[in-house]
Structure formats: structure tokens, C-alpha cells
């Protein structure tokens, strides 16, 4: 696991043979609960673990406390977010692939920065990126016929033609875990990892997760406990290296308004999509309103992952 925390990893390695277990005993019960699950990940852990994005950003970039400071960097961050929503409206196409490469990296990078041993430059990029098209491999691959439509949705096509365009989802799968396998075991023979075990213990629960139980409860659990658990923690021991304290309760508080924000624009533009007639749409929704928040929220992680720790 990623996760420095023991307890983080008893709960994610936990859930995941759970789930794991249910989808082969109890598969109607998982289908009963995959939507639940789904909304309560991104909405419970998902959404605030990037809510509190104007709390890092002060720390980070050592903003004054002045109104100015405070303006230019919501500003900055809310121009951030309309660019991508404009690139959806506009572009939906290019928003797809767009949301895609900067998840490839932004998840790749997380997950990675736990197990490597030292930072070098392109080399943890290319790392990074391996390791981000292998989730998001998983993520739209896993099963077609669930994603292709939310997918197709999203980018205004039909879902025959967008699947048309992709390839074979067992062949994609195939060639991504043989892209992986050899990347890991060519950084381990380079000792680019602190547990070359826990890597590929990792890499094959997670594999096995998102193959057995399906996209959307894949991406439930690894979003809330790898990603965003994960990096909730990272964000706390950033400010304990800066001799601050973040507890798990403040941590919430902080993250509320811009969390209530959040919901609310998503509820907002179903609202208009009821308005206009169409098919409820909320998981396709969901997924632009997490693209659109993406972007300047991994603008911050990766200048908190290259600062380093205040000294003591």
C-alpha cells in the first residue's frame, strides 16, 4: 500500500477483499450498493480531500494575509476550473481526453510518491505516468458497457460511435499490465523503490479490484481510500513538518464550505439538465465537476510534493 499509515492500509486493503468477496458470493447485493457507494466516496472523502486546496495554497505559496493575495489566488484557481468547464462546453471531445491525461498523472503521481526512494526528474514522471494509465487502464477498460456510455455522455457522442474509436478491452488491458509489469520490475532492478513487495501487492489488489468488481466500485474505493485518504494524510504531515497541526477534525471544517460549493454546482447543472429535457445524467455529471476541480487542485499537490519541509 501507498499509504505510511497502517490503519489506512488495514481499511483500504480491508475494503477491497470485502468487496472483492461479495462481488463473487453476493454480486446483487454489490449491484444494490454500487451507486450509494459511489456518490458517498466522491462526496464524503473525494470532494474534501481538495476542499481545503486554499488552506494548502497559503502555506505553499506563503500567501500574505491580505485581501490581494486572498483574490489573486481565488481568482486564479476559479479561472483554472472555468477554462476546463469551458473546454467540456465547447470541446467536449477534447475535455475527455484532456480529464484523462491530467488523471493519468495526478493519480500516478500520488500513488507513487509513497513507494519511490528518491525524486528524479523525468525518470518519476515517466513512473508516474505508468503507473496513472494502469487506474485509469482499469477504470474505463474493466468493463465496457458501463463506462462507454457515462464516457459517451460526457463527450456528446453516441455510444456506438464512441466505442468504434476503442480498442479491444482485453487486448488494451493486456498490453497496459505488460507496459506496467516491466516498468516496475526494470525501476526495481534500478532500486527506485523503498518495497518492490508492496508495490506489485498493491498494483495486483488493486488489478483485481477494479477486474472483479466493476469500474464505478473500483473507482469508489480506490478514489476515497488510495487517493484521497491517502492524501489527506500527506496534507497533514505537510503541516506537522511545518509545526502546525491539522487534525482529522479541522481538517473537515476547513473543507466544508468549498465542499457545500461543490455539491451545489453539482446539483446546479442537473437542474439544468432537467430543465432542458434530458436524461439524468448525475454520474456523468459527477465525473466533469471532479474534471473540472482537478486541475488546480494538482497544480498544488505538485508544488507540495516538490517544497520541502520547513526546517524545525
Same mark, same amino acid.
Given at each position: 500500500?501507498? @499509504?505510511?499509515?497502517? &490503519? ?33 466516496? +466522491? ?20 500567501? !500574505? !494575509? ?45 500513488? =507513487? ?32 458497457? =458501463?463506462?462507454?456510455? +457515462?464516457?459517451?455522455?460526457? =463527450? ?9 474509436? =476503442? ?17 516496475? +520490475?526494470?525501476?526495481?532492478?534500478? !532500486? ?11 498494483? +495486483? ?25 491517502? @492524501? ?9 513538518? @511545518?509545526? !502546525? ?21 453539482? &446539483? ?28 488546480? @487542485? ?15
Amino acid at each position: 500500500m501507498r @499509504h505510511p499509515s497502517i &490503519f489506512l492500509r488495514i481499511v483500504s486493503v480491508s475494503s477491497a477483499l470485502a468487496l472483492i468477496l461479495i462481488a463473487f458470493f453476493f454480486p446483487a447485493i454489490l449491484a444494490g450498493i454500487e451507486l450509494p457507494l459511489l456518490f458517498l466516496s +466522491v462526496f464524503l472523502i473525494g470532494i474534501p480531500h481538495g476542499a481545503i486546496d486554499h488552506v494548502m495554497a497559503s502555506e505553499i505559496f506563503n500567501l !500574505k !494575509k491580505t485581501l490581494g493575495s486572498h483574490l489573486l489566488f481565488y481568482g486564479s484557481y476559479l479561472l483554472i476550473m472555468l477554462f476546463v468547464g469551458a473546454i467540456w462546453v465547447f470541446l467536449p471531445v477534447l475535455g475527455m481526453i484532456f480529464f484523462l491525461l491530467i488523471s493519468v498523472y495526478h493519480f500516478g503521481q500520488a500513488d =507513487m510518491e509513497d513507494f519511490m526512494v528518491d525524486h528524479r526528474g523525468l525518470s518519476d514522471r515517466f513512473l508516474h505516468s505508468i503507473r496513472g494509465v494502469l487506474i485509469i487502464g482499469c477504470i474505463v477498460f474493466s468493463d465496457l458497457s =458501463m463506462t462507454v456510455p +457515462v464516457m459517451a455522455d460526457a =463527450m456528446a457522442l453516441q455510444a456506438n460511435e464512441l466505442l468504434a474509436w =476503442m480498442p479491444d478491452a482485453n487486448v488494451a488491458l493486456l498490453v497496459i499490465f505488460g507496459i506496467y509489469l516491466i516498468s516496475i +520490475v526494470f525501476a526495481t532492478f534500478q !532500486k527506485r523503490f523503498t518495497s518492490p513487495v508492496s508495490v506489485l501487492l498493491d498494483s +495486483v489488489l488493486l488489478i483485481a479490484m477494479f477486474l472483479i468488481t466493476g469500474p464505478f466500485i473500483g473507482f469508489a474505493v480506490y478514489f476515497a481510500l488510495w487517493h484521497s485518504a491517502g @492524501h489527506v494524510q500527506e496534507m497533514r504531515e505537510y503541516f506537522q513538518e @511545518h509545526q !502546525k497541526n491539522l487534525s482529522l477534525a479541522r481538517f473537515y471544517w476547513l473543507a466544508t464550505p468549498f465542499t457545500l460549493i461543490s455539491v451545489f454546482g453539482l &446539483f446546479l447543472l442537473w437542474g439544468i439538465n432537467e430543465v432542458f429535457m434530458l436524461e439524468e445524467q448525475m454520474i456523468t455529471l459527477m465525473f466533469i465537476l471532479i474534471s473540472v476541480l482537478t486541475l488546480p @487542485h494538482m497544480l498544488i499537490v505538485d508544488r507540495m510534493y516538490q517544497k520541502p519541509a520547513a526546517a524545525s
